[in-house]
């Protein structure tokens, strides 16, 4: 059996950073309802879907914006908000590597 490479210091700070990104619930909630929505939405449109402000959906959005979860696209005065499934899909490679397992090529 091969052991995993460990992680690097970079590795490590990526990876923790992208928990922290996904340890508020709301935060959870939005890009919950952004994936199953399938499409980009509007700040707007999350405050009615969620029992939360704008201005902390805001908030919470410009966090994910920063990992890179959620992407945002600027249109007139609205940005739309959509997930960024393609980082998302890496994300269990985070969580094979801190649990040592062999992290298969291609993730």
């Known amino acids: 059996m091969n052991t995993p490479e460990a992680i690097t210091e970079d590795e490590a700070r990526t990876y923790a950073t992208w928990f922290r990104a996904l340890g ?4 959870v909630r939005l890009l919950h309802l952004l994936a199953g ?3 980009a939405m509007t700040v707007g449109e999350l405050v009615a879907r969620v029992d939360v402000g704008q201005s902390t959906v805001s908030h919470h ?3 994910l914006a ?3 979860f ?4 600027r249109r007139g005065t609205s940005t739309l908000y959509a997930v960024n499934r393609a980082c ?3 994300f269990p490679r985070a969580v094979r590597s801190i649990m040592g397992e062999e ?3 291609g993730c």
């Not at 959620?70 to 696209?73: I, Q, S, T």
């Open 24 to 27: 508020d619930p709301t935060r």
């Open 37 to 39: 929505a399938g499409r």
């Open 61 to 63: 959005l410009r966090i």
């Open 66 to 68: 920063e990992v890179r």
């Open 70 to 73: 959620v992407l945002a696209e």
């Open 88 to 90: 998302l899909s890496v």
């Open 103 to 105: 992290v298969p090529d």
